[in-house]
């Protein structure tokens, strides 16, 4: 089975641009996570995404936002870049939680950022 | 407030020495789950394990254990002979209740084998 893809790998952005983030789940997983990684704030989860659908949000400004595809596939984007978004962004996909039952999320190679 | 905290930040040991990394975690909620992930230097996350709170019974995978300890809120993890591989970051994490499959971390810890 094909793993959590992410596109692009690697991007370099100037203050103020916006960009967007992309993931492919793996096969037959519905849930979509999105986090943050950097030196500073360690891990940070941004939202995660179930049948089209933003299901949870974590703690970020409104410049972060997201959206998923009846495929399943996701994607994020960040408006008005600021140097502190420089990170790693992670997505993980997983079986969608149910009730209070939650599924152990597999990780994608992550799309590091870089704003200049 | 979730949260999950992973004193040890660095550990440096030297291959084939057993080393246990701490996870302590603070949650109200009665149904949880605890994971760890590594984090190697391609920076891709592995899963590791998953247990809920409900089940505190020890987990042996190969090398790996886990030792869950609901009256200290700590979800420990121990590698036995150790190896150069296992060279990576370590995180402990947490979903709750409602919340879906949202994680909450802990700093994660830097463990380094050295031959």
């Known amino acids: 089975k094909a793993g959590v893809t992410q596109t692009p790998r690697y991007l370099i952005k100037t203050r103020g641009q916006q960009v967007t983030l992309s993931c492919s789940p793996i096969s037959g997983h519905r849930s979509v996570s999105w986090y943050q990684q950097t030196p500073g704030q360690g891990l940070q989860f941004l939202f995660e995404?179930?049948?089209?659908?933003?299901?949870n949000k974590g703690n970020f400004p409104g410049r972060f936002s997201g959206r998923q595809f009846s495929n399943s596939r996701s994607e994020m984007n960040v408006s008005t870049l600021e140097l502190g978004d420089s990170a790693l962004y992670l997505c993980a996909s997983s079986l969608p939680a149910s009730g209070k039952i939650s599924y152990e999320q597999y990780f994608g190679p992550g799309t590091r950022l870089t704003v200049t | 407030a979730q949260k999950v905290t992973q004193a040890q930040t660095e550990i440096s040991v030297v291959e084939k020495e057993d080393v246990t990394l701490d996870c302590v975690y603070e949650t109200r909620d009665t149904t949880y789950y605890l994971f760890w992930y590594k984090q190697p230097p391609s920076g891709e996350l592995v899963f590791l394990i998953r247990?809920?709170?409900?089940?505190?019974q020890n987990e042996i995978s190969g090398r790996y254990s886990w030792n869950f300890q609901k009256s200290t809120s700590s979800f420990n993890f121990t590698i036995t002979a150790s190896q150069v591989v296992d060279s990576a970051v370590y995180f402990c994490a947490l979903s709750f209740g409602n919340a879906g499959n949202m994680l909450t971390f802990g700093g994660g810890t830097r463990l380094m084998v050295k031959p």
């Open positions: 995404y179930f049948s089209e659908t933003q299901r």
């Open positions: 247990r809920n709170s409900f089940d505190e």
